[in-house]
């Protein structure tokens, strides 16, 4: 397993991308804009997301302030079998919260867990992440 990446909600997109690429130096790799369900993803780094972890940006559309309370998103393991590893994780006593399966706008095979403090952690399984 690999950390992928750790997501953030954003309000302003364009902002938080310029302040990424320009404040911090990294590159905007991908953007993808989901209307059926009202979001925008964008993912930012250092490196190639196949060479190291990066951030995904999340624009809900229509939302412009977040709590920090509820700005974190989910760290991201890609893993060989989402259905296995979340059978693994149940057998040593983990909380499955999202069974494996596509995603709800796309093809994706992810699941989540959930660590014993709440936070989420999202399982992608290898070889079915969609092109952006």
């Not at 364009?14 to 302040?19: G, K, L, T, Y």
């Not at 939302?63 to 700005?71: C, F, S």
């Amino acid at each position: 397993m690999r950390i992928l990446h750790t997501m953030l909600r954003v309000g302003n997109l364009d902002r938080s991308i310029d302040f990424y690429t320009q404040v911090l130096g990294m590159r905007e790799l991908r953007r993808k804009d989901y209307p059926d369900g009202q979001f925008t993803l964008a993912f930012v780094g250092y490196q190639d997301e196949a060479d190291g972890a990066v951030l995904e940006l999340t624009y809900n559309w229509g939302t412009e302030k977040y709590d920090l309370g509820n700005a974190y998103g989910h760290i991201a393991l890609e893993v060989d079998d989402a259905y296995a590893t979340c059978e693994q994780v149940k057998a040593r006593g983990g909380k499955v919260v999202r069974e494996a399966g596509p995603m709800k706008h796309g093809s994706t095979v992810i699941a989540f867990v959930e660590d014993p403090d709440g936070y989420k952690i999202e399982f992608i399984q290898r070889g079915t992440q969609m092109a952006g």
